[in-house]
């Protein structure tokens, strides 16, 4: 079963500084691998799809990299909408990583 | 536009039943896998259920299989969750999620905004 492990758990930024999210997986997922955000209150959200590809809608400030077992979500410039948590997924069997608050500092 | 909207959702007592509904509008919802995705509360994400586009297969996560089965009449453009057997641990807001793309495995885009199942004495 592959085990997609997320860094850190929180990361206390401020608006307008850089984001940089990391997710490893237990064995190779090749680019099968998404990112979501989630909002208080809300449904998650794809941004992310095969480790760089953003979803419909979503700003060119969020960007994937890596592929095998490290990926990366950065978010160039924090606009105050971008507090939330992230979660990165495989479709191998479809579990989720734990998840990363991006919080204000 | 795509619009998933749950129901089904409420209070039930260990060991009885409940079923989930997904009502899909906006897109060709027979051409679309399925899934079922589900969070404690204050917990990650956690997936439950997968359904092909035309119902042929199933596929579950170990904490519910056997007591969870999905299925989905595509005359009727629904997605539902049978749930026997409900534990305290099966507490979750439930999400339905479509395959972003028709017909293959795919990512969940998008999601509804799901229903709250409560399993408490």
């Known amino acids: 079963e592959i085990v997609l492990t997320q860094s850190p758990a929180t990361l206390s930024l401020s608006p307008g500084e850089r984001a940089t999210l990391s997710c490893r997986a237990s064995?190779?997922?090749?680019?099968?691998l998404a990112w979501y955000q989630q909002k208080p209150g809300q449904a998650p959200r794809l941004l992310i799809y095969?480790?760089?590809n953003r979803a419909t809608g979503i700003p060119a400030r969020f960007s994937g990299s890596g592929s095998g077992t490290d990926f990366t979500l950065t978010i160039s410039s924090l606009e105050p909408e971008d507090f939330a948590v992230y979660y990165c997924?495989?479709?191998?069997?479809?579990?989720f990583g734990g998840g990363t608050k991006v919080e204000i500092k | 536009q795509v619009q998933l909207v749950e129901s089904g959702g409420g209070v039930v007592q260990p060991g009885r039943s409940l079923r989930l509904s997904c009502a899909a509008s906006g897109f060709i919802f027979g051409s679309y896998g399925m899934h079922w995705v589900r969070q404690a509360p204050g917990k990650g994400l956690e997936w439950v259920a997968l359904i092909s586009y035309d119902g042929s297969d199933k596929y579950y996560a170990d904490s519910v299989k056997g007591r969870f089965t999905i299925s989905r009449d595509n005359s009727k453009n629904t997605l539902y969750l049978q749930m026997n057997s409900l534990r305290a641990e099966d507490t979750a807001v439930y999400y339905c999620?479509?395959?972003?793309?028709?017909?293959?495995?795919?990512?969940?885009?998008?999601w509804g905004q799901g229903t709250l199942v409560t399993v408490s004495s």
């Open positions: 999620a479509k395959n972003r793309a028709p017909y293959g495995d795919s990512w969940f885009d998008p």
């Open positions: 095969d480790a760089s």
């Open positions: 997924h495989q479709r191998s069997n479809w579990l």
């Open positions: 064995q190779s997922v090749s680019s099968y």
